[in-house]
């Protein structure tokens, strides 16, 4: 099975769950991307990995028109149930987005990175589809710099959910946004307790399991639960596209420096 069929069928089992994880999201989200985007109202913006539209849902009161573009049919039908007048959904594969150049004012994608085989492309293509002067914003879980403790949030996420590839690091966000004329305008992060979550959850799961005579499993769960990596972090990025013979020097000079936590 290829990876996007993986994803299709993943995403399609728990297309219902997505959405309702969505709606308790949404009001945070909204915030978050109101308070960090600048915007003008007039945009025509692209959410690439749209799931049931959660970032599109986020810049729709915000830009004149969102077009949200997802893999899997049964994410796009939850989404269009609920889509403003504004969002339009449509299916395609974000590695290859179906858009002439310079097609948006901003694209986008949240969430997505550490589901696709080649991230690179998919940044690739935000940028060509993204006008000269526009914005590509991207939110996604960054691995640590140290390539060990990365290996071991990989494979931990990968054991967790199959359609897992790679979450990038931070090292890895700034050598594809420089290889693609991006100059980094704003970073956050935000800390994600993963090891935490994993291990409260595996002892509401060991409590269960005892109660119904099945405690020596919930136990090897308790204990996996424990070699989780401490944290991830989400970092939402954004950048501003700049024309490819924009003079190095202003770009080195525009490039601020990560916020680190």
């Known amino acids: 099975m290829s990876t996007h069929d993986a994803t299709r069928a993943r995403f399609a089992a728990t297309a219902d769950r997505l959405a309702a994880l ?19 109202g007039e945009e025509r913006a692209l959410d690439a990995g749209a799931g049931t539209g959660a970032l599109a849902f986020a810049l729709a009161p915000l830009v004149q028109e969102v077009v949200a573009v997802e893999l899997v049919p049964e994410l796009i039908e939850r989404g269009r149930a609920k889509a403003p007048p504004n969002v339009t959904f449509v299916e395609g594969n974000i590695e290859k987005l179906d858009f002439a150049r310079a097609s948006f004012d901003l694209a986008g994608t949240l969430r997505t990175l550490h589901h696709v085989p080649r991230p690179e492309l998919v940044i690739a293509e935000l940028t060509r589809v993204t006008r000269p ?23 931990f996420e990968r054991t967790r959910d199959p359609t ?21 305008l704003r970073a956050e992060f935000v800390r994600r307790a993963t090891r935490a979550r994993a291990i409260s959850r595996s002892r509401r799961l060991r409590g269960r399991a005892a109660r ?23 970092v939402i990025l954004i950048t501003r596209l700049y024309g490819y013979d924009a003079p190095r020097a202003r770009r080195d000079l525009l490039l601020p420096r990560l916020k680190r936590l």
């Open 22 to 40: 969505q709606e308790r999201r949404a009001e945070e989200l909204a915030s978050r991307i109101r308070d960090f985007v600048p915007l003008t």
């Open 212 to 234: 119904a005579g099945k405690s020596a499993g919930a136990a090897g769960l308790h204990r996996r639960a424990r070699l989780v990596p401490a944290a991830a972090r989400v």
């Open 164 to 184: 897992h590839t790679r979450t990038l690091a931070d090292v890895d966000l700034r050598q594809l946004f420089e290889a693609n004329s991006l100059v980094l």
């Open 133 to 155: 002067g526009g914005t590509v914003l991207v939110a996604d879980q960054i691995a640590p710099n140290d390539p060990l403790a990365a290996g071991e949030l990989n494979t």
